[in-house]
């Protein structure tokens, strides 16, 4: 799972307060503001478009490689 965050005070803040236990190891890679930009506006626009989807079969979540790709289903 991937977080995004600021530094704050020179603390590494992550957006939404994830509970992760104490100690945990994390990578902090720094990416610059329009990639956090085009990741919001990609997200929204996801949202939206998935949003407005019908008639989907059933076991679309679990088997959507299936549907997409032609995989086995799961």
Known sequence: MVYLGKIENGV??????????????????????DDVDNLRSMREG?????????DLPPDFAENH?????GARRK
């Open 12 to 33: 590494v803040v992550v957006e939404g307060s994830p509970l992760l236990p104490e100690g945990t190891t994390v990578r902090v890679e720094p990416i610059g503001l």
């Open 46 to 54: 996801l949202l939206r478009v998935a949003s407005k989807v019908e």
């Open 65 to 69: 490689d299936h549907y997409l790709h």
